[in-house]
């Protein structure tokens, strides 16, 4: 029987089966944070059990991370999780990347970037973004903190066989138009729930079109369609991304000639059959634009904010809600939206594709009056490859800020936050109420958007703009 | 965990679709290291003004709800971050049960519950029940005719009754094993454990770095 990239994974990874029907599922690796494991070593440490292989555990510190002086963490309960991940890694005998580690970052940059990620493998992290490593061809899940004791201590996961869904993008995109609108279209056209049981395989020409890091971008939201994982399967350009810099835990010389030659096995066979379908033609899909506070309410840069009655998948009332929330009124176009504040990175975002794609765009101009900006890459070593190509002086004298690697004002845990009624264009990946901080706006858009909206103040249509 | 058969109580209605976690605990009470305490946090910026005082506006703050056992809310609740806090903080107000409805949209199905927070019920012992939209619609609207009634989900015969007029017994589908585990309330790491001959074997010829 033809098999699909997700069934070979799975296949191989199937410890065994329970009466139930749920499997026994091999993980490969573990990644782990300091906000979802605390509890997960407490529960460890209170029933006397171990870490079953601390080998295949990796932690980083990310979340809570200040990016202006990441050793000044002033918040104590910021500091107490810091320092429980630091004590427990030490106990449990897991390598840590701390604060002082060239190699820090946040969880989903750093897997890939140090060659922790690799096709074929089973990745779990207790964080919904774990999706991101399925451009890989791995298969990458989020899970709760009961789960990361439940592989911190036996290496398996009890699952259920979720669902297949092929998600392939025909076409070509037009310029100015990136990995992070074809993946914001699909959750406008799936909804949020629309993935929900299913892992979802990214095909077609404009996904192998795409760099690592535009894959990477597109698996992460990937969560935010209600799919626990994406995937694309491995090719040139994984394997050209795995070989192009020394990564100290992928394999290397005849290890990595065998790993290539069974990476090459993976993709799905010809015929393999999913139980369900989707095509969307990349040449139609404009640059997106968030209005509401669900990733899903999203709509073209040339449109304009819809009336409550005119948004499928959402009640007239949740949509009045979500507007009011915004502080916008139906019928606004959408280049009409002025900003105060511009964040460019965060897991979906913050590589070094992404702050090129900014730079590119802010180089000989100024940020806008009033607006503050922060460019914040996704690890060091993000980090130092921008300052190698001198990004960090394009982004500081247009005016930006130019601050080291964290979650920054993804989700407001540390010091980056937007103040009540402040209103951004984010590279992150979620809109929720509050979400960049109490009673702030957030708009989602691609790298290229974001940045043209601190050059200008508010949204522009990239395609034209860069013309003009 | 503990066991759950029965439970009776307050039913609670909260008249919103697509609830995410960030609603239910928000961000800054994730920082706590230890498993307990999130309770009182539970919906915290809908829950509380500014200055820390209830806000009456909100259902839960409502006399009538006090001490509610049984939540009912609309499609795909507990949607986006996968933090466990969530459930923690549902558990620790005293929920037990969680009731939303799913639809089918042109052959698309708006589940009930996000997937992990669904997951993350189970293992700590919350029930989550799907039912259809005009069901859930009705409870919605019995609870606007007699706020603070009463309702007993009575798990192992998979039936809610609702105590109020005559109002007919609903019966749900669950996960047997779900069912299973919230029942016994097992733990899933002992089970697992079980079958630990079967890890050894499986890892002696599994090579993670290339998992052929
Ligand atoms: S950048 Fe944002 S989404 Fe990504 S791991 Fe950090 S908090 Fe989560």
């Given at each position: ?468 | ?53 209830p806000d009456p506006e909100f259902i839960l703050n409502d006399e009538a709800f006090r001490g509610a056992a049984i939540l009912v809310t609309r499609h795909n609740f507990g949607c986006g971050s996968s933090r466990e806090h969530a459930v923690w903080a549902i558990a620790q107000y005293g929920f037990r049960v969680i009731i939303a409805p799913q639809r089918d949209e042109n052959g698309n199905r708006i589940p009930g519950f996000a997937d992990i927070f669904r997951n993350n019920c189970a293992k700590n012992g919350v029930l989550t ?84």
């Amino acid at each position: 029987m033809p098999k699909t990239l997700f069934e070979k994974i799975w296949e191989r990874h199937r410890v065994t089966g329970f009466e139930d029907g749920t499997t026994l599922l091999y993980i490969d690796r573990h990644l782990v944070h300091e906000v979802t494991s605390p509890q997960a070593f407490e529960g460890l440490r209170l029933a006397g059990r171990k870490v079953r292989r601390p080998e295949l555990t990796f932690a980083t510190l990310d979340h809570n991370v200040p990016t202006e002086n990441r050793h000044e963490i002033t918040d104590p309960v910021s500091r107490a999780q810091v320092d429980a991940l630091t004590r427990n890694c030490r106990e449990f005998g897991i390598t840590l990347f701390d604060l002082d580690d060239e190699r820090q970052g946040i969880v989903h940059i750093i897997g890939p970037e140090l060659g922790i990620t690799l096709p074929g493998t089973t990745i779990v992290c207790g964080d919904s973004h774990t999706s991101t490593h399925g451009a890989f061809g791995a298969l990458a899940y989020g899970i709760g903190t009961s789960e990361v004791e439940h592989v911190l201590a036996t290496q398996c996961l009890p699952q259920a066989r979720p669902k297949t869904f092929r998600v392939t993008f025909e076409g070509r995109l037009q310029p100015g138009v990136t990995a992070k609108d074809m993946v914001l279209k699909l959750i406008g056209t799936i909804g949020t729930a629309g993935g929900t049981g299913y892992v979802l395989e990214y095909c077609g020409p404009a996904i192998r079109a795409l760099s690592m890091e535009g894959r990477m971008t597109v698996c992460n939201m990937t969560i935010e369609a209600g799919a626990r994982a994406g995937m694309v399967a491995p090719d040139d350009t994984t394997i050209e991304y795995i070989c192009r810099t020394p990564r100290p835990y992928a394999p290397r010389g005849e290890a990595l000639e065998k790993a290539i030659a069974f990476w090459r096995t993976l993709p799905g066979d010809e015929g393999a059959v999913f139980d369900r379908e989707l095509t969307i033609d990349a040449s139609e899909i404009a640059p997106q634009v968030t209005w509401g506070t669900s990733p899903g309410m999203v709509t073209d840069v040339s449109a304009r904010v819809p009336f409550p009655d005119q948004v499928p998948g959402y009640s007239p009332a949740d949509v009045e809600k979500s507007l009011e929330y915004m502080g916008l009124a139906p019928g606004t176009p959408i280049t009409d939206i002025a900003v105060d504040t511009v964040f460019i990175g965060s897991c979906t975002n913050g590589r070094i594709e992404d702050l090129r794609a900014a730079a590119a765009i802010f180089q000989g101009r100024r940020v806008a009056e009033g607006v503050r900006v922060l460019v914040v890459p996704g690890s060091q070593q993000v980090l130092r490859q921008a300052e190698a190509e001198g990004l960090d002086r394009i982004f500081r004298e247009a005016g930006a800020q130019w601050r080291q690697s964290g979650c920054s004002m993804c989700l407001a845990m540390n010091p980056d936050k937007l103040e009540p009624g402040q209103r951004c264009a984010s590279t992150s990946n979620r809109n929720f109420e509050g979400r960049q901080g109490k009673d702030g706006r957030t708009h989602l858009v691609s790298p290229q958007m974001a940045a043209a909206a601190a050059v200008t103040g508010h949204f522009v249509d990239i395609r034209s703009w860069q013309k003009g | 965990m503990e066991p759950l058969k029965t439970v009776r109580g307050v039913i609670a209605p909260l008249d919103r679709a697509n609830v995410d976690t960030d609603q239910i605990i928000p961000k800054q009470f994730l920082k706590s290291i230890s498993r307990t305490g999130f309770g009182e946090n539970l919906f915290f910026d809908w829950r509380y003004r500014a200055d820390g005082s209830p806000d009456p506006e909100f259902i839960l703050n409502d006399e009538a709800f006090r001490g509610a056992a049984i939540l009912v809310t609309r499609h795909n609740f507990g949607c986006g971050s996968s933090r466990e806090h969530a459930v923690w903080a549902i558990a620790q107000y005293g929920f037990r049960v969680i009731i939303a409805p799913q639809r089918d949209e042109n052959g698309n199905r708006i589940p009930g519950f996000a997937d992990i927070f669904r997951n993350n019920c189970a293992k700590n012992g919350v029930l989550t029940v799907e039912l259809s939209e005009s069901q859930v619609d009705g409870i919605f609207a019995l609870i606007e005719r007699h706020p603070g009634m009463q309702a007993t989900v009575d798990l192992p015969a998979q039936q809610i009754t609702l105590h109020a007029e005559n109002s007919p017994v609903i019966s749900f589908d669950i996960d047997p094993a779900i069912k299973e585990r919230l029942l016994k309330g097992l733990d899933d790491i002992t089970k697992t454990l079980t079958h630990e001959a079967q890890i050894t074997a499986f890892e002696h010829t599994h090579d993670t770095q290339m998992p052929a």
